[in-house]
T-cell receptor, first 114, second 113 residues
Framework: NAGVMQNPRHLVRRRGQEARLRCSPM?????VYWYRQLPEEGLKFMVY????????ESGMPKERFSAEFPKEGPSILRIQQVVRGDSAAYFC????????????FGNGTRLTVT | LAKTTQPISMDSYEGQEVNITCSHN???????ITWYQQFPSQGPRFIIQ???TKVTNEVASLFIPADRKSSTLSLPRVSLSDTAVYYC??????????????FGRGTSLIVHP
C-alpha cells in the first residue's frame, strides 16, 4: 500500500514563473491537507480539500495560490508568479476522514525560487 | 480550538527514557490527542494517539491524566535515530471542516551519544 506521494521532490523556479505541486493521497483517502514549512518552523496549514471540493482555504494566500483535488488524479497546489518568499517545503497529508484517523504525510516538495 | 503548549527543545542521551509533556488546558470532550514525529527533510509521521489513561505501542507510550489537560509522550531507551521534532495535536478529524490539524513549533529532541 503506497504512502502519500508528492512530486516533484525538488522544484526550482525563477521569479514570475508558475509552480505546480502534485500530491497523490493514500489509496482510499478522500481528504487532503496542504501545509507549508519554512526552515526551523512548524507546519502552517494552507488548505483542506475533499474530492472536488475545497473545505477550508483559510491558510492560503488569496492571490497567486490555488488548489484542487479532482475526481480523478492527484491534488494540485498551484502557485502563480512565484516570489522569493514562496521558497519553502510544501507537505501534503491525506486521511480517510473517519473519527480518530491520523494524517499520513508525503515527504514534501521543496520549492526554491531564484 | 484547543491550543497546545510543549517545550521548544530537549536533550537526552542514548539509552535514557524521554518524556515530553504537552499542555492542552481547553481540550474538548470529543478531542483526541495525537503525536507526530518529523525528521529533517521528511513529512511528519504518526506516532501514537489516545483519548484517556494510557496507550502503548511498539514505538512509544502516551499518558493522559483524568482531567485530560495535559499528556506525556514517553520514549523508552532513546537512540540517536530518535533525534527529531515531536508535535502534539488535539482535536477530532471527524469534525470535518470545523477541525484543522494545527502544528505548533513542536519539541526538538536531540539525543547525544
Amino acid at each position: 500500500n503506497a504512502g502519500v506521494m508528492q512530486n516533484p521532490r525538488h522544484l526550482v523556479r525563477r521569479r514570475g514563473q508558475e509552480a505546480r505541486l502534485r500530491c497523490s493521497p493514500m489509496k482510499g483517502h478522500s481528504h487532503v491537507y496542504w501545509y507549508r514549512q519554512l526552515p526551523e518552523e512548524g507546519l502552517k496549514f494552507m488548505v483542506y480539500l475533499q474530492k472536488e471540493n475545497i473545505i477550508d482555504e483559510s491558510g492560503m494566500p488569496k492571490e497567486r495560490f490555488s488548489a484542487e483535488f479532482p475526481k480523478e488524479g492527484p491534488s494540485i497546489l498551484r502557485i502563480q508568479q512565484v516570489v522569493r518568499g514562496d521558497s519553502a517545503a510544501y507537505f501534503c497529508a491525506s486521511s480517510p476522514g473517519a473519527a480518530n484517523s491520523p494524517l499520513h504525510f508525503g515527504n514534501g516538495t521543496r520549492l526554491t525560487v531564484t | 480550538l484547543a491550543k497546545t503548549t510543549q517545550p521548544i527543545s530537549m536533550d537526552s542521551y542514548e539509552g535514557q527514557e524521554v518524556n515530553i509533556t504537552c499542555s492542552h488546558n481547553n481540550i474538548a470532550t470529543n478531542d483526541y490527542i495525537t503525536w507526530y514525529q518529523q525528521f529533517p527533510s521528511q513529512g511528519p509521521r504518526f506516532i501514537i494517539q489516545g483519548y484517556k489513561t494510557k496507550v502503548t505501542n511498539e514505538v512509544a507510550s502516551l499518558f493522559i491524566p483524568a482531567d485530560r489537560k495535559s499528556s506525556t509522550l514517553s520514549l523508552p531507551r532513546v537512540s540517536l535515530s530518535d533525534t527529531a521534532v515531536y508535535y502534539c495535536l488535539v482535536g477530532d478529524i471527524a469534525s470535518g471542516g470545523s477541525y484543522i490539524p494545527t502544528f505548533g513549533r513542536g519539541t526538538s529532541l536531540i539525543v547525544h551519544p
